[in-house]
């Protein structure tokens, strides 16, 4: 099995040697990350200027750009051969409920998915990379259960895996994304040269965190697993529009 990792975190954050080196076992390992730290990049691509690729010494690939660069242009030429899964992380925290539209992580595993390739991105819950190997383990069991199962068609799924000791022990719950509250307000500074500048606020806290949600299940120890798609079409408001149309 070909198996191609990236990450948000950058091709030298410890998640993604962790990920890579789990994903050994199950077939042969490619990485093209990005060259820095890309968290909050979403689904967005480099079109107002060329692209490098540059190799390390352990062999990582990197990419002065988004994640959704590295899995293109791994995609649509850089490799000789297109990957049998992409596997995206392990991310340094959680990407739940509305985070994943704001995610670099996700968007590099939905890049995968959007060229028909079967797609999986891992999160740990708190950051600081602690019990992260115990992760990486989680990692390699979720992917080859799906994979041995020999799935049909390509698919998506956020994994988040609370940081404990023996969490590659804990059960797997199958849940839908939960919702947040808006973020907290702006941070808003005088510059040290004048003018005024904004920190982004941090994510609201979990509203919808009930039985049932990605919240909820991590919430309670288990590894969260949340298949998603693409299609934004709200497909209950298509006879109002018509109508507010006239169309």
């Known amino acids: 099995m070909r198996i191609l990792v990236s990450n948000d975190d950058g091709y030298f954050a410890p998640g993604i040697v962790a990920l890579a080196n789990a994903m050994r076992a199950l077939g042969d390992v490619v990485v093209v990350a990005p060259e820095q730290n890309q968290s909050?990049?979403?689904?967005?691509?480099?079109?107002?200027?060329?692209?490098?690729?540059?190799?390390?010494?352990?062999?990582?690939?990197?990419?002065?750009?988004?994640?959704?660069?590295?899995?293109?242009?791994?995609?649509?030429?850089?490799?000789?051969?297109?990957?049998?899964?992409?596997?995206?992380?392990?991310?340094?925290?959680?990407?739940?409920?509305?985070?994943?539209?704001?995610?670099?992580?996700?968007?590099?595993?939905?890049?995968?998915?959007?060229?028909?390739?079967?797609?999986?991105?891992?999160?740990?819950v708190d950051k600081d990379w602690t019990h992260l190997e115990a992760a990486a383990r989680v990692a390699r069991r979720v992917v080859e259960k799906v994979m041995s199962s020999d799935p049909v068609g390509a698919f998506l799924l956020n994994v988040n895996i609370p940081n404990h000791e023996h969490v590659d022990e804990a059960p797997i719950v199958v849940a839908r994304l939960g919702k947040r509250h808006p973020s907290e307000p702006v941070h808003r500074m005088e510059s040290p040269r004048g003018g005024t500048i904004y920190w982004i606020g941090a994510a609201g806290a979990a509203r919808e965190a009930g039985p049932g949600t990605d919240f909820h299940a991590?919430?309670?120890?288990?590894?969260?697993?949340?298949?998603?798609?693409?299609?934004?079409?709200h497909n209950d408001q298509l006879d109002d529009v018509r109508r507010w149309l006239g169309a």
């Open 40 to 124: 909050g990049a979403s689904h967005s691509l480099t079109l107002n200027r060329p692209l490098s690729v540059h190799e390390t010494e352990n062999g990582f690939r990197y990419v002065n750009g988004t994640p959704t660069d590295c899995v293109h242009i791994a995609m649509t030429g850089l490799l000789d051969a297109r990957p049998d899964i992409v596997v995206s992380g392990i991310n340094n925290g959680l990407n739940m409920g509305d985070d994943t539209i704001y995610s670099g992580t996700v968007a590099a595993a939905m890049e995968g998915f959007l060229f028909g390739v079967p797609s999986f991105a891992f999160s740990l």
């Open 218 to 233: 991590v919430a309670n120890g288990s590894v969260a697993v949340t298949p998603l798609q693409i299609d934004l079409t």
